[in-house]
């Protein structure tokens, strides 16, 4: 079970997006869309429970405006909560509706108002709390570490109702319980993709548009990330590779190519040099010698050894001159002022 938190100011769009379909899609696209995947985009939203209102969009919103003005303070009176089941769970309505109670239990709105929706278009149960923070007291919900309250939250009803476990984030776990290896197979897979496109991408636009090919959208700005077919954020440091990383593979790459191209050329031009001045047996021999060097694939085979050597995730920055870096922070130094 994943679930997520946020907080917001206008009742009127959390509370249409939790009840009606997506704005985008067409009625055609709809009913496509329920042929194709056999899931109920037409619809989509069940309300599971009214508590302490009730009513359409309209009348939803108006209500809540008007216990909000019982606290003139809050900036962002609206929470909107989301608990989204794994693929393999399934859970009665009953017990989503149970659910929704002790998530709103949780979050302190239990005596607040809130509307609990089911949505039917994803493959996945998963059911929206939109609510009122602003108590019948005055009183506002407190929003603070809410998101280590949803994992443990997420934590206790996946043992209460036998649901597939998630882990948490690392965050949020123990100091002993942040030692243990945590595999993810998304961060696996986009580690695999991208070392297999370093190993053969010969600059930075081909790398991305090598990764584009793999389906994922690359984000490029101080850092670099990706987003996958699943529309899943990943950071490349995540997964032991940052943007510094990543150009500077492919930069050595490019130096080590020039360097070979430009021993190649030597090398054919000290080859021609050799059989035009000498015609023997003995010197045709060393001629043969000498042009028994590296062949293109040995070269390949260089490059990739090499790009391999980075590409592993316990790579050491280049070796740093101690006199050097010495003598650079012996110049950051300011020198002392003398009165």
């Known amino acids: ?42 619809d989509r939203a069940e309300v599971l429970e009214y508590n302490k209102c009730f009513g359409n969009k309209y009348e939803l919103t108006q209500q809540f405006k008007d216990v909000r003005r019982l606290s003139s303070r809050v900036e962002k009176p609206m929470l909107h909560l989301t608990l989204r089941l794994s693929p393999e769970d399934t859970l009665t309505k009953e017990q989503l509706r149970e659910v929704g109670r002790e998530c709103a239990k949780e979050f302190g709105i239990a005596d607040n108002q809130y509307i609990c929706v089911l949505h039917k278009d994803t493959k996945e149960q998963h059911i929206h709390i939109a609510a009122n923070r602003v108590g019948f007291n005055g009183k506002v919900a407190n929003d603070s570490n809410s998101y280590k309250r949803m994992a443990e939250l997420c934590r206790r009803l996946e043992r209460k109702y036998s649901l597939q476990e998630v882990l948490s984030p690392r965050a949020f776990l123990s100091p002993k319980d942040r030692l243990l290896p945590r595999h993810d197979s998304r961060k696996e897979k986009l580690k695999v993709d991208i070392q297999q496109t370093l190993r053969y991408a010969s600059s930075y636009l081909a790398f991305e548009r090598q990764m584009k090919d793999l389906g994922y959208k690359v984000l490029k700005g101080r850092g670099i990330s990706f987003i996958d077919d699943k529309k899943v954020k990943i950071k490349g440091s995540e997964v032991g590779f940052s943007l510094t990383k990543i150009e500077k593979i492919l930069r050595q790459k490019q130096q080590l190519v020039m360097k070979n191209t430009v021993e190649e050329k030597k090398h054919n031009r000290d080859s021609q040099s050799i059989s035009n001045s000498f015609n023997t ?46 003598r650079l922070q012996k110049k950051k130094k300011r020198p002392s002022l003398r009165r």
Do not use: W
């Open 1 to 42: 079970m994943i679930g997520r938190v946020s907080i917001g100011s206008s009742f009127y769009h959390c509370i249409s997006y939790c009840l009606e379909d997506k704005r985008e899609l067409s009625q055609e696209k709809k009913l496509a869309l329920a042929m194709q995947d056999r899931l109920q985009h037409k």
């Open 281 to 326: 047996g003995k010197q045709n021999e060393e001629k043969q010698n000498y042009n028994s060097g590296r062949t293109g694939e040995e070269v390949v085979k260089e490059i990739l050894g090499f790009t391999g050597q980075l590409m592993n995730s316990e790579y050491q920055p280049d070796y740093s001159d101690p006199e050097l870096m010495r």
